[in-house]
């Protein structure tokens, strides 16, 4: 079983970067494909990024594609996301999260969760 910490979250304007950090502790992090969600105040958690395993290969949603880059340092046993062009819709708690063996796009496909971390962009 495999925890989850995230951590660099923080306020930000808009146009900023962040990079998000996801430690895993507990378990062989490189057995388990990571994905990372946010969550607005009112709204559903949504899906925002995807690894496999081995951080071969990647899956973005279109709402945030060519601005989010996850990746993964197995050997740290860390996930990442960076943002780029922050914008004020983008403020939300990010969660990391972890699945054995492919890649998933739902809440639901996800077994281990982290408490978020969250991201404030201001205009």
């Known amino acids: 079983q495999v925890q989850l910490v995230e951590s660099g979250g923080g306020l930000v304007q808009a146009g900023g970067s962040l990079r998000l950090s996801c430690a895993a502790s507990?378990?062989?992090?490189?057995?388990?494909?990571m994905g990372w969600f946010r969550q607005a105040p009112g709204k559903e958690r949504e899906f925002v990024a995807a690894?496999?395993?081995?951080?071969?290969?990647?899956r973005y949603p279109d709402s945030v594609k060519g601005r989010f880059t996850i990746s993964r340092d197995n050997g740290k046993n860390t996930g990442y996301l960076q943002i780029h062009s922050l914008r004020p819709e983008d403020t939300a708690v990010y969660y990391c999260?972890?699945?054995?063996?492919?890649?998933?796009?739902?809440?639901?496909?996800?077994?281990?969760w982290g408490q978020g971390t969250q991201v404030t962009v201001s205009p």
């Open positions: 999260a972890a699945r054995g063996l492919l890649i998933g796009t739902r809440v639901d496909e996800y077994d281990y």
């Open positions: 507990g378990g062989i992090f490189s057995n388990y494909a």
């Open positions: 690894i496999t395993m081995s951080g071969g290969f990647s």
